[in-house]
């Protein structure tokens, strides 16, 4: 009779190679590698645009936002108490320089002399349309009933058809 052992250990340590955890990849870019905070940065993207889209409303700004955010973040890594809540605290990262470029967009609009804007009306500026199929008339009645929701519905929304981001990991950060 023949037995058959099948370790374990090593197919999880071959799953665990693929598919690092946040912890382990913060710790080899501490480290100073810097794939690693790529690995990270590739994550993480489609939940950073998504959450810049959905204060901003536009794709390019909120695409500058987000590298924006990852800069910042890779700067401050070291004081990142808790490395397995890298997702919560990029999420608010990325919402404070969401709320730097619309105080500068109200700066920039009093400098120079155009009435002033409140930020409520900045965050309701219309965004370049995702589907271009749709008539004008449906964007605002879509718009228009996306605003009503709670904040936090409105965020996974946005996340969702605009970012791509899908409510599992991605959208856990946000609650």
Same mark, same amino acid.
């Given at each position: 009779?023949?037995?058959?052992?099948?370790?374990?250990?090593?197919?999880?340590?071959?799953?665990?190679?693929?598919?690092?955890?946040?912890?382990?990849?913060?710790?080899?870019?501490?480290?100073?590698?810097?794939?690693?905070?790529?690995?990270?940065?590739?994550?993480?993207?489609?939940?950073?645009?998504?959450?810049?889209?959905?204060?901003?409303?536009?794709?390019?700004?909120?695409?500058?936002?987000?590298?924006?955010?990852?800069?910042?973040?890779? $700067?401050?890594?070291r004081s990142l108490r808790q490395p397995s809540?890298?997702?919560?605290?990029? $999420?608010?990262?990325?919402?404070?320089?969401?709320?730097?470029?619309?105080?500068?967009?109200?700066?920039?609009?009093?400098?120079?002399?155009? $009435?002033?804007?409140?930020?409520?009306?900045?965050?309701?500026?219309?965004?370049?349309?995702?589907?271009?199929?749709?008539?004008?008339?449906?964007?605002?009645?879509?718009?228009?009933?996306?605003?009503?929701?709670?904040?936090?519905?409105?965020?996974?929304?946005?996340?969702?058809?605009?970012?791509?981001?899908?409510?599992?990991?991605?959208?856990?950060?946000?609650?």
């Amino acid at each position: 009779m023949v037995q058959i052992i099948v370790r374990r250990d090593f197919v999880t340590d071959e799953f665990n190679q693929t598919m690092s955890s946040d912890e382990q990849l913060i710790s080899d870019t501490l480290g100073g590698d810097m794939r690693a905070f790529g690995t990270l940065v590739e994550r993480y993207w489609n939940m950073v645009v998504g959450l810049a889209m959905s204060k901003i409303g536009e794709a390019a700004e909120a695409e500058d936002i987000a590298q924006e955010s990852f800069m910042k973040a890779y $700067s401050q890594l070291r004081s990142l108490r808790q490395p397995s809540r890298f997702a919560g605290w990029l $999420s608010k990262i990325a919402m404070q320089q969401c709320s730097n470029t619309i105080r500068q967009r109200i700066r920039c609009k009093t400098a120079l002399g155009c $009435s002033s804007t409140g930020v409520e009306e900045i965050e309701a500026e219309a965004a370049e349309p995702g589907n271009y199929r749709l008539t004008a008339c449906q964007r605002y009645f879509i718009r228009e009933r996306v605003q009503r929701l709670p904040a936090k519905f409105q965020k996974l929304i946005v996340m969702r058809f605009v970012g791509g981001a899908f409510c599992g990991a991605d959208c856990k950060a946000i609650r």
